[in-house]
């Protein structure tokens, strides 16, 4: 039974520090992941705009941001410029792929495609995605294949460039199995693996559960193995102050009988024709704040039910 690691990297910090902690855990435990990256300008400071938004300042209380993410990434795009990823990190975004690990597309600038993509028209949303495209190709020398989007949010414009973009596969959304989404009727080509466990920030403050409890906590949610599960962790979390408790994770999982792998290998395994047809609504998820691109029901017509 597999279990995808998808491994988001929104920050240089998260970049520098965080994913070559990531390699080595993974190495350690024989698991596979895809590394998504963050390919622009850190503007992390810039999510202070989020305040408003229902349940972000329960989060940020509750989840140790500033120890998660450092003050310096806390400041940058306000009172310190930005810096530049794709340009500063590249060095460790390519030992990753050298450890053999999958590399993909997260976004060209986190915050801005977070904060705005779902209002965005398809201008706005080519020139951001060609943006990381470019940034890709420029630090390994080939096209991405797969894409992540941030904070999974989306807009209907992204899905279908994702086709037009030549992306084998997308996880872009919270769900419960794979499937092809549907935007106005139309099947997109490129299938979504969408998140389908909750995050450990998601987790952690939330019915009791401690940072010493979290994996605990997840994994009695993976006790019965099931296909198409994807957990999503991020670089500057996991790869730092939680690494341990990731271990923790790394280990459990590989008790209770999963196979950790890629995206990329869950994907080489699906059935394209067999995979329900679901249209992608705005929803919530406990734990997180604001609204989410989330798998919604099937077509009465598809053969295998979803979320």
Known sequence: MQLGLKLDVDTLRGTRAGVPALV???????????FLFSLGPDHTGRAIRRVFRPGFLGKVSRTSVVSH????????????PGPDIGRRAADDMRAARAAGFEVGVHC???TLWQDFVAQRDKAWTARQMQLAIDSFVRIFGERPRTHGAAGWQMNDHAFRLEDELGFDY????RGEAPFIAVVDGEEIRCPQLPTTLPTLDELIGVDGVTEASAAEALLRLTAVPRPGHVFTLHAEIEGLRLLPVFR???AGWRRQGYRLVSLRTQ???LDRESLPRCAVSSGTR???????????PPRATAPVACA
């Open 69 to 80: 993410y450092g003050i310096r990434s806390l400041l940058y795009g306000t009172l310190l």
């Open 286 to 296: 406990p734990g997180r704040s604001g609204t989410l691109a989330v798998q919604g």
């Open 170 to 173: 997308a996880s872009d959304t």
């Open 267 to 269: 994907w080489q395994g």
């Open 108 to 110: 060209h600038d986190h």
């Open 24 to 34: 080595e855990a993974l190495g350690a435990a024989g698991a596979d992941a895809t």
């Open 248 to 250: 923790q994770l790394l």
